[in-house]
């Protein structure tokens, strides 16, 4: 099997994206990798709202191996929810400037769960700091959040996931809240908002991509559909954005998007 394949956000959701993956053909009955040769990108935001943050961690860095193991390839990016749960992780109870409440109490607000931070190894925490921000896939930008925030990082893909890196790596409060604060935006891009078409387009032009893949915003809250209505991608902003949040934490069943097709899998 070969094919580039993209999943939205999961949020702790882990045995409705191993349906989700099963439908797709991507994994088989007990869950492990059997699309041989095939790349499937994760746009971040593993944890928070659902059953087993940990769990999803576990299981997208086992998808990983064994999908290296059979000439494949997992990717993963980094959300909003990823970052706030290491800043409660690092920083606790410490005042987060900007955003006027405590790191913890920030993420607990996001839908954090305390006894999914007790379960947060060393490993969860590496495997997560890791994480680019951004990736490229032929002409598409690859992001987690509709928001040209990333662009306060750097002018290239580049540089903008070594700074954000490099701010995952540092004990800077300020650093830290800063960018969950950047990460706060959704729907920059969506049709009829003001600026939106520029914004993006100066997004796109400054990172050399026609067009831009991302999860953060649930497809539902712009649809008014039922989460369990949405069955495939959002594409807005004259084909340029394709949103592929399916609310698997408000009760969607979530899909699979193959890129290289331009289709539900």
């Not at 409440?101 to 607000?109: K, P, Q, V």
């Not at 490229?136 to 992001?143: F, G, K, M, P, S």
């Not at 893909?157 to 800063?178: F, K, M, P, R, T």
Request: charged letters at 20%.
């Amino acid at each position: 099997m070969a094919g580039i394949f993209v999943v939205g956000d999961v949020h702790g959701y882990l045995q409705p994206l191993v349906r989700c993956l099963q439908r797709a053909g991507l994994v088989d009955e007990a869950g492990g990798w059997q699309a041989g040769q095939a790349v499937l990108w994760f746009l971040g935001d593993y944890v928070d709202r659902g059953p087993d943050s940990m769990g999803v961690v576990d299981y997208v860095m086992a998808l990983q191996q064994q999908a290296a193991a059979r000439g494949g390839r997992v990717n993963a990016l980094l959300g909003n929810h990823d970052v706030a749960m290491l800043a409660a992780h690092r920083f606790g109870d410490r005042l987060a400037p900007g955003l006027q409440r405590s790191f913890i109490a920030e993420w607990l607000a996001l839908g954090g769960r305390e006894e999914e931070l007790a379960r947060l190894e060393r490993r969860h925490v590496a495997w997560l700091a890791q994480l680019p921000a951004l990736a490229a896939v032929n002409d598409t930008l690859l992001a987690h959040a509709d928001s040209p925030f990333y662009l306060e990082y750097g002018d290239t893909l580049e540089a903008i996931n070594a700074a954000v890196a490099g701010v995952l790596e540092s004990d800077d409060v300020e650093a830290w809240s800063g960018l969950l604060a950047g990460f706060n935006e959704h729907r920059a891009f969506v049709d009829g908002k003001k600026n939106g078409h520029v914004k993006l387009r100066a997004m796109l032009d400054r990172l050399g991509a026609q067009r831009l893949v991302h999860g953060h915003t649930p497809i539902f809250t712009l649809t008014g559909q039922a989460p369990s209505a949405v069955l495939g991608p959002l594409v807005y902003a004259e084909g340029r954005c394709v949103n592929l949040d399916g609310c698997f934490y408000a009760g969607g069943p979530g899909f699979v998007w193959r890129l290289d097709r331009q289709g539900a899998a």
